[in-house]
């Protein structure tokens, strides 16, 4: 599917990942269905891999966006830091680390 040839070819920008990653999200989630019949053999070999990338870069967010040309700021926030190679994977997947979308300040940074 589209996440995996994304990860292989690193020639799309992270507007094309959002693109993959929302369309993901209208099944259940990577992270409640690692090794289930629901999720395809694309989705776990794309999950695979962005696990494989987190530990090649040993968790270094900003080495781990710049090789996907995407950019770490929600990532680095400490309350959506990864604790894991599962957790980073899941959340890339969903979206969850996307900018696009996320132009307004989190609540918690607007109490600093």
């Known amino acids: 599917i589209f996440i995996s040839s994304i990860i292989m070819d690193p020639k799309f920008s992270a507007k094309d990942l959002l693109q993959g990653a929302k369309r993901l999200q209208h099944s259940d989630s990577p992270s409640e269905n690692k090794g289930s019949s629901k999720m395809s053999l694309d989705d776990q070999e794309a999950l695979e891999r962005l696990e494989a990338l987190y530990e090649k870069h040993g968790g270094d967010l900003d ?5 996907l040309r995407a950019d770490p700021s929600k990532a680095k ?4 830091r990864p604790k894991s190679a599962r ?3 899941s959340k890339y997947m969903e979206g969850f680390y996307s900018l696009v979308e996320d132009n307004q300040p989190d609540a918690k940074d607007s109490r600093k």
Request: aromatic letters at 16%.
């Open 77 to 80: 926030k400490p309350h959506h």
């Open 63 to 67: 080495d781990i966006f710049a090789e």
């Open 87 to 89: 957790e980073f994977a």
